[in-house]
């Protein structure tokens, strides 16, 4: 009775799900068979589980195929290509531009010739043009037969200082000087002169920016 009971709780517990359950089934005459089912009443029953295979998610027909990643290199530049296919070739041309190189830009004129004059009591000076300024030196008047000249008589040689042109290579130094001179006469000048000195340092700096020698 006992033998019985066990076999119809075997009977009734559900398979599981990856299982497949055999009974194995031996009447009194020793006959064997094997069935799905339990075995009937008088027959020596005997269970056995066979494991199921595990099965896959089943195949959708017509599922369209996952895109496969391209992952071929872009082509390398060649000789003469303007754009290599790696870097924006338009996005660098303007910055290209901006950072133009010195050598192509077009040169400044070079400074005016500028000289170095000597005065009579050999004082030194800048001066822009040939010939120096000309001053006049007075001269003794006498009267004829060696008197006296009348005290409202003057007389005076128009004579100028020796000037030389300053070398190529101390040009730009001597523009510069120059302007520093300016510079002091527009600071110390008198109310009536200052427009005129003010003039003159602007005239002078603008001839520096013109050039290749910077204004100090």
């Known amino acids: 009775m006992t033998r019985c009971l066990l076999l119809l709780l075997l009977v009734s517990l559900p398979a599981a799900a990856d299982e497949a359950v055999f009974f194995r089934c031996t009447d009194a005459g020793g006959q064997l068979t094997i069935q799905s089912v339990a075995c009937p009443a008088g027959s020596d029953q005997r269970i056995q589980r066979i494991s199921a295979p595990v099965r896959g998610p089943a195949a959708v027909e017509n599922a369209p195929a996952a895109p496969t990643p391209d992952y071929r290199m872009p082509p390398l530049p060649q000789d003469g290509d303007e754009d290599s296919g790696l870097l924006d070739s338009a996005a660098l041309r303007p910055a ?121």
């Open 96 to 216: 290209a531009a901006a950072e133009e190189p010195d050598d192509a830009r077009p040169p400044k004129p070079p400074l005016p010739e500028i000289y170095q004059c000597v005065s009579a009591d050999g004082g030194r000076y800048l001066h822009e043009r040939e010939p120096a300024p000309s001053r006049c030196e007075s001269l003794a008047l006498t009267g004829l037969g060696g008197s006296h000249a009348p005290s409202n008589a003057a007389s005076c040689e128009v004579v100028r200082d020796a000037c030389e042109p300053v070398a190529e290579q101390q040009r730009c130094s001597s523009w510069q000087q120059r302007l520093r001179d300016a510079r002091g006469r527009e600071r110390f000048a008198a109310p009536e002169n200052q427009a005129a000195a003010t003039a003159e340092r602007t005239r002078l700096e603008a001839v520096l920016a013109e050039s290749d020698c910077p204004v100090p």
